[in-house]
Structures are given as C-alpha cells and as structure tokens.
C-alpha cells in the first residue's frame, strides 16, 4: 500500500518561509521521480517542483529562484524549502511520486499553506 504523508505546511507571513515533508512508504523511493503540486481555491492544481531519482530539478517559473526541492533517500523524504513567501503561494500542496518525467502515479493528501500579508 503506497501511502506519501506531507508535513510542514502551516500559516506564515509573507516574507516568511516554510519547510514541507512528504514521507514516503510501499515505494521503491530511490527509484521513483518525486513532485509537488499545489491548488489554490478556485484554480487548477499546479507543478510546483520536481526532482529526478538522480537529483535533477525543475520548477514553476513561480517557484524558481524561492524554492528548493530535495530528497533524502535514506529516509525515504522529500522535501520543499519555500522562502520570500507571497500570498500567492496559498494553496494546498500535494506530494507525488512517479515512474516517468513527469506523470504522478500516486498522491498524498495535501498539507495547507496560508501565507498572509
């Protein structure tokens, strides 16, 4: 049974910054592209950032340059460092993990990020 639990998320100012945890478990993780996406109310779900199972990277132009993906394989995490936080960046943000670049095969149940101004 796959199960991908995030962590993290949480209410801040703008300016602030929030780490997000996804764990991972019932997936070979080091095998295994991981992701986050991210809804807000009324818009579409949106990629935030992936990262390769070698630890390439790529980002939302929204992302780029305030947020960092990475991943430790050892203890079968990812992780999403998110600073200068805007109130744009409210939604709920989903972990994913996939077997291609980039089509999430399994989610997690999504952690909420307010950032308030």
């Known amino acids: 049974q796959v199960q991908l639990v995030e962590s993290g998320g949480g209410l801040v100012q703008a300016g602030g910054s929030l780490r997000l945890a996804c764990k991972a478990s019932?997936?070979?993780?080091?095998?295994?592209?991981m992701g986050w996406y991210r809804q807000a109310p009324g818009k579409q779900r949106e990629l935030v950032a992936v990262?390769?199972?070698?630890?390439?990277?790529n980002y939302a132009d929204s992302a780029k340059g305030r947020f960092t993906i990475s991943r430790d394989n050892a203890k079968n995490t990812m992780y999403l460092q998110m600073n200068s936080l805007k109130p744009e960046d409210t939604a709920v943000y989903y972990c994913?993990?996939?077997?291609?670049?980039?089509?999430?095969?399994?989610w997690g149940q999504g952690t909420q990020v307010t950032v308030s101004s």
């Open positions: 990262i390769s199972n070698g630890g390439a990277t």
């Open positions: 994913t993990s996939s077997k291609s670049w980039y089509s999430p095969d399994y």
């Open positions: 019932g997936i070979i993780f080091s095998i295994n592209a």
